[in-house]
């Protein structure tokens, strides 16, 4: 039994890989297929829209004519479906507008078709007769198309702008807090002590030129010492004083010293 179910494992997990590989081979070989198709179209149309423009310049007449109609209107679905695909990844509201041009893809397909027969047809009066109702159709449609073209490049043109200036707005007041500084104003100073009143005795202030006041000397002492006090320089020289001796009582007295005895008279 344990035997079976081993196989029975193996075998399951076998297929599974056999699964698994040939489900990514199809997935591979759809991709490249799907990618060689894209180019096989891309250069299709290069030489399509080459041989359009060279019979357009080249080719006088109905034929020349045909040629532009058909370049034009090539060209103009062409970049509006370019326009549409890359701007419906970023702004979701324009699927209406892709599905309004799908809808005018299929107009402007039949028109292409139309006038690629008219190229090869014989009959050029009937073709020249047809030419203006071909060129109101083809005016028609690459009018529409363009419409939604630029209406599209206008909505992504704003919602730049509408980004750009509130980037701008808040750029400005983030550079505005940066910059947000204020010097810290200084108090006033008090009045020095010069130009406060003087107390009696002192005599009143004279301003000089600049608005600062310089203390009058005080009476009875001399303009040297006055300069110095002013300019706190240091004080004049002090009279001297007696010497003093000192009193014994008051002196310390420290346990290891004798008490001074009495003098006895005889």
């Known amino acids: 039994m344990e035997v079976e179910a081993v196989i029975a494992v193996v075998a399951l997990l076998f297929f599974a890989f056999v699964a698994l590989g040939v489900y990514a081979t199809v997935k591979v070989v759809g ?28 080719q006088p007449g109905v034929a020349g004519e045909l040629a532009q109609l058909r370049l034009g209107l090539r060209t103009s679905m062409r970049a509006t479906q370019d326009a549409l695909h890359a701007g419906v990844a970023e702004d979701a509201s324009l699927a209406e507008s892709v599905d309004l ?36 159709r083809t005016q028609r449609i690459t009018h529409s198309a363009d419409s939604l073209r630029w209406a599209a490049r206008d909505r992504a043109r704003q919602f730049a702008a509408d980004d750009l200036d509130a980037l701008n707005a808040q750029i400005d007041i983030e550079a505005g807090a940066l ?29 000089s030129g600049t608005g600062v006041d310089w203390p009058e000397p005080a009476a009875g002492t001399g303009s040297s010492a006055t300069a110095d006090e002013s300019w706190g320089g ?33």
């Open 101 to 136: 041009f799908r809808r005018l893809s299929a107009h402007g397909l039949e028109l292409d078709d139309e006038l690629k027969r008219l190229e090869r047809e014989p009959d050029r009066a009937t073709v020249a007769s047809l030419l203006p109702q071909l060129r109101e």
């Open 31 to 58: 991709a490249a297929k799907r990618g060689v198709d894209r180019t096989i179209t891309q250069a299709r149309r290069s030489v399509e829209d080459t041989t359009l423009r060279a019979k357009s310049f080249g």
């Open 234 to 266: 240091p004080a004049g020289p002090e009279a001297p004083q007696a010497i003093t001796a000192p009193d014994p009582r008051l002196r310390t007295r420290y346990p290891w010293q004798k008490s001074a005895r009495p003098e006895t008279t005889n």
């Open 179 to 207: 910059r947000h500084w204020t010097a810290e104003e200084q108090p006033p100073r008090a009045p020095g002590p010069g130009a406060a009143s003087q107390g009696p005795g002192a005599g009143a202030t004279r301003t």
